[in-house]
């Protein structure tokens, strides 16, 4: 692990993302809570160490395909804030002009970043198919995606990790086990207490980590990414965490034991990242104040930029539904 | 001759070309696919069985490890959802997969990964997804309810979806090179009951027949059959009995499913003013239905008579011969309406 620790820049960097991904995900929550979102809106609080750590381990040449609660990994991958609030809010200006709600339909090859579909099982085949295509035209360059716990249900998730090991595809896992699929606890959802297990019956690594301390998942998944990159196969890696706030913003999680949240509040994984810089001496409180200030900044602008932005024309609704 | 059992005669395509260009239906999907993969190192098949000397349940990819070698021809596990998914990522990256679905039938395992993800793609974030599906469909081969379907009108009804099926050797292999240059997925029904008992002439070389045009596989002035697949020769051999009875069908081959041919369809419609659809599939809610809703909405001042579908029955498709006989559409049946029709 000491082969991919991380230089005091490097841990700034992150720290800058993560805290932004924070920033602009209370700045949408306060927002819809206030009613003036569109549609509904989902949080990734509690997820930051997960899509920051992991995003920062891929190269510019690689493919990701993140879900709905990987907000920090599309601001890593140059998806701005603009262009993210322009999509929530149904605007012409976002990745899909409109056409698709929230997160979903933020992909963006010129950014090597492939969207997601709310059937979310169905976008690991997918990304399995990017890291193929690498294989088929002998590139070094390596495919990652994310499911939650839920997802590791449904059969197509077998399938994707049976072909990935049959393949030794470049081709990197990512489970945010948050412990709830909707309303649904673990306990009612496996007999297994860990999904990483689960590689094991496809031979390949499954790794656990401590999904909410940033560090410990970069490691493991820029470990995962350079043994796929050297032809080493695919690795699932299953990071521990926990939705800290209901499936949607419609949704109280009122099904969550409160204690549960306390305990998980107690390893944000935002704040604790910060407080380790500080305790390092890596990092003075001048000098965050100084990030979460930009940060403040840039998810001002991007919302009053999207709401300064037009709505898409009723005249358009029939356009692009073929590729030219 | 001794090369022929093994490679479906085409390793020596401009021999052939030469030679004999009156093909089956089947070796013309083969020919197709060879040829896209000789000109284009994107495309390439993957499927269940169909590398190596077995060659896929028809032997359509026969040879084809052998020349291609085994990156261009990607043998997968029993897991349609997970390849047709993986087949989508592909075609993200640039690629063009043509996937064969073993049987049509099976098509409905990777249902989700179809219209959910492919689908929608280009709509939803503007990268396209090039892939063609090649799925096996249609009966009469006494092969029961899992390997004799239709779903066809299942695609029609999926927005981004384009879908076609030829009914002649020709049109299968201008249909498939146009479906594997189309940059949108694409589903290309392909009628078994035609792969080795239909011959025909089939152009050599790079042959396309764009996707949306319909065809006149008959003239005719008395009443128009619209079809297309394995029923277009059912309708052809319908025509040659009703013009012994003096009844001079149209026969319209739709070819294109999704966009469908409008005006072709207005045309006969107005022409002939007496319409007769037939397709394999059931007919409740089939494209049947929609070819009949277009002329009933935009043709009906030149209707002579009421509008006749002759579909399958509402039934799985029944493994038995009088069953299956009595489930599907045939030349017998579409002579008895078409007289009927032409009387009216």
Not at chain 1, 59 to 80: F, I
Not at chain 1, 268 to 280: D, K
Not at chain 2, 77 to 104: D, K
């Given at each position: 692990m000491s082969d991919y620790s991380l230089t005091r820049d490097q841990k700034l960097e992150i720290y800058y993302w993560m805290r932004l991904t924070r920033t602009l995900d209370d700045r949408a929550v306060a927002h819809w809570k206030q009613g003036r979102g569109v549609g509904g809106m989902f949080s990734q609080r509690g997820h930051e160490a997960i899509s920051i750590g992991t995003g920062y381990?891929?190269?510019?040449e690689d493919v990701v395909a993140p879900m709905h609660r990987d907000l920090g990994c599309y601001l890593l991958r140059g998806l701005t804030p603009r262009r993210i609030f322009s999509n929530l809010l149904g605007r012409s200006t976002g990745p899909s002009q409109g056409r698709d709600a929230n997160m979903h339909g933020s992909g963006d090859l010129s950014l090597n970043l492939v969207g997601f579909i709310s059937h979310l099982p169905q976008s690991v085949p997918v990304a399995l198919g990017v890291a193929m295509s690498f294989l088929y035209r002998n590139e070094r360059r390596v495919a990652m995606t994310y499911i939650g716990d839920g997802s590791t249900s449904a059969g197509v998730f077998h399938e994707t990790m049976n072909m990935a090991s049959l393949f030794n595809a470049p081709f990197v896992l990512i489970v945010e086990n948050n412990q709830y699929a909707y309303s649904t606890p673990l306990s009612q959802q496996m007999k297994v207490p860990d999904i990483a297990t689960r590689a094991a019956g496809y031979g390949i690594p499954g790794i656990i980590v401590e999904g909410n301390d940033v560090e410990a998942v970069y490691a493991v998944t820029k470990a995962a990414i350079e043994r796929a990159r050297d032809g080493g196969g695919p690795t699932l890696i299953e990071a521990k965490t926990m939705r800290?706030?209901?499936?949607?913003?419609?949704?109280?999680?009122?099904?969550?034991?409160r204690e549960l949240l306390a305990e998980w509040e107690a390893k944000n994984p935002v704040t604790n990242f910060e407080a380790r810089l500080i305790a390092q001496g890596m990092v003075d409180q001048v000098e965050i104040d100084e990030i979460k200030h930009r940060c403040e900044i840039e998810v001002t602008d991007a919302l009053e930029y999207a709401e300064a932005c037009p709505m898409p024309d009723a005249a358009t609704v029939e356009d692009g539904v073929y590729a030219p | 001759m001794s090369t022929v059992p093994a490679n479906f005669g085409f390793t020596e395509a401009e021999q052939i070309a030469e030679t004999d260009r009156n093909l089956t239906y089947i070796a013309a999907i083969s020919e197709a696919l060879r040829e896209e993969m000789q000109r284009d190192p994107n495309v390439f098949v993957m499927g269940e069985d169909i590398a190596g000397p077995f060659g896929g349940a028809f032997k359509v990819t026969k040879g084809f490890s052998e020349e291609f070698g085994d990156r261009r021809v990607l043998n997968m596990p029993m897991a349609e959802l997970g390849f047709v998914g993986a087949a989508s990522g592909m075609a993200l990256m640039g690629l063009r997969p043509v996937i064969e679905m073993q049987f049509a039938d099976f098509i409905s395992t990777p249902f989700d990964s179809i219209v959910q993800y492919a689908a929608t793609n280009y709509y939803r974030w503007g990268a396209a997804i090039p892939w063609v599906i090649r799925a096996p469909s249609d009966g009469g081969l006494r092969s029961g309810p899992f390997h004799s379907q239709n779903p066809e009108a299942w695609f029609v009804h999926t927005p981004g979806l384009k879908v076609v099926a030829p009914g002649t050797p020709a049109d299968a292999k201008g249909l498939l090179i146009a479906a594997i240059r189309d940059n949108n997925p694409v589903i290309y029904f392909e009628s078994k009951p035609l792969y080795r008992s239909q011959k025909g002439y089939v152009p050599p070389g790079d042959y396309v027949v764009p996707i949306g045009q319909a065809a006149l596989a008959r003239m005719g002035a008395d009443l128009s059959i619209i079809t297309y697949g394995a029923q277009v020769r059912e309708s052809l051999t319908a025509a040659d009995r009703l013009a012994a009875d003096g009844i001079n069908a149209e026969v319209l081959d739709l070819r294109t499913l999704k966009p469908l041919d409008t005006e072709a369809i207005l045309a006969t419609a107005r022409k002939t003013g007496k319409v007769l659809v037939v397709h394999s599939a059931n007919q409740l809610v089939g494209v049947g239905a929609e070819v009949a809703a277009i002329i009933a909405e935009q043709a009906f001042e030149w209707l002579d008579a009421p509008i006749h579908r002759l579909g399958g029955l509402d039934v799985p498709v029944p493994f038995s011969p009088p069953l299956e006989d009595a489930y599907r559409p045939s030349a017998q049946k579409i002579y008895q309406i078409a007289r009927e029709l032409a009387a009216f």
């Amino acid at each position: 692990m000491s082969d991919y620790s991380l230089t005091r820049d490097q841990k700034l960097e992150i720290y800058y993302w993560m805290r932004l991904t924070r920033t602009l995900d209370d700045r949408a929550v306060a927002h819809w809570k206030q009613g003036r979102g569109v549609g509904g809106m989902f949080s990734q609080r509690g997820h930051e160490a997960i899509s920051i750590g992991t995003g920062y381990a891929l190269a510019t040449e690689d493919v990701v395909a993140p879900m709905h609660r990987d907000l920090g990994c599309y601001l890593l991958r140059g998806l701005t804030p603009r262009r993210i609030f322009s999509n929530l809010l149904g605007r012409s200006t976002g990745p899909s002009q409109g056409r698709d709600a929230n997160m979903h339909g933020s992909g963006d090859l010129s950014l090597n970043l492939v969207g997601f579909i709310s059937h979310l099982p169905q976008s690991v085949p997918v990304a399995l198919g990017v890291a193929m295509s690498f294989l088929y035209r002998n590139e070094r360059r390596v495919a990652m995606t994310y499911i939650g716990d839920g997802s590791t249900s449904a059969g197509v998730f077998h399938e994707t990790m049976n072909m990935a090991s049959l393949f030794n595809a470049p081709f990197v896992l990512i489970v945010e086990n948050n412990q709830y699929a909707y309303s649904t606890p673990l306990s009612q959802q496996m007999k297994v207490p860990d999904i990483a297990t689960r590689a094991a019956g496809y031979g390949i690594p499954g790794i656990i980590v401590e999904g909410n301390d940033v560090e410990a998942v970069y490691a493991v998944t820029k470990a995962a990414i350079e043994r796929a990159r050297d032809g080493g196969g695919p690795t699932l890696i299953e990071a521990k965490t926990m939705r800290m706030m209901g499936h949607a913003i419609h949704d109280g999680a009122e099904y969550v034991p409160r204690e549960l949240l306390a305990e998980w509040e107690a390893k944000n994984p935002v704040t604790n990242f910060e407080a380790r810089l500080i305790a390092q001496g890596m990092v003075d409180q001048v000098e965050i104040d100084e990030i979460k200030h930009r940060c403040e900044i840039e998810v001002t602008d991007a919302l009053e930029y999207a709401e300064a932005c037009p709505m898409p024309d009723a005249a358009t609704v029939e356009d692009g539904v073929y590729a030219p | 001759m001794s090369t022929v059992p093994a490679n479906f005669g085409f390793t020596e395509a401009e021999q052939i070309a030469e030679t004999d260009r009156n093909l089956t239906y089947i070796a013309a999907i083969s020919e197709a696919l060879r040829e896209e993969m000789q000109r284009d190192p994107n495309v390439f098949v993957m499927g269940e069985d169909i590398a190596g000397p077995f060659g896929g349940a028809f032997k359509v990819t026969k040879g084809f490890s052998e020349e291609f070698g085994d990156r261009r021809v990607l043998n997968m596990p029993m897991a349609e959802l997970g390849f047709v998914g993986a087949a989508s990522g592909m075609a993200l990256m640039g690629l063009r997969p043509v996937i064969e679905m073993q049987f049509a039938d099976f098509i409905s395992t990777p249902f989700d990964s179809i219209v959910q993800y492919a689908a929608t793609n280009y709509y939803r974030w503007g990268a396209a997804i090039p892939w063609v599906i090649r799925a096996p469909s249609d009966g009469g081969l006494r092969s029961g309810p899992f390997h004799s379907q239709n779903p066809e009108a299942w695609f029609v009804h999926t927005p981004g979806l384009k879908v076609v099926a030829p009914g002649t050797p020709a049109d299968a292999k201008g249909l498939l090179i146009a479906a594997i240059r189309d940059n949108n997925p694409v589903i290309y029904f392909e009628s078994k009951p035609l792969y080795r008992s239909q011959k025909g002439y089939v152009p050599p070389g790079d042959y396309v027949v764009p996707i949306g045009q319909a065809a006149l596989a008959r003239m005719g002035a008395d009443l128009s059959i619209i079809t297309y697949g394995a029923q277009v020769r059912e309708s052809l051999t319908a025509a040659d009995r009703l013009a012994a009875d003096g009844i001079n069908a149209e026969v319209l081959d739709l070819r294109t499913l999704k966009p469908l041919d409008t005006e072709a369809i207005l045309a006969t419609a107005r022409k002939t003013g007496k319409v007769l659809v037939v397709h394999s599939a059931n007919q409740l809610v089939g494209v049947g239905a929609e070819v009949a809703a277009i002329i009933a909405e935009q043709a009906f001042e030149w209707l002579d008579a009421p509008i006749h579908r002759l579909g399958g029955l509402d039934v799985p498709v029944p493994f038995s011969p009088p069953l299956e006989d009595a489930y599907r559409p045939s030349a017998q049946k579409i002579y008895q309406i078409a007289r009927e029709l032409a009387a009216f």
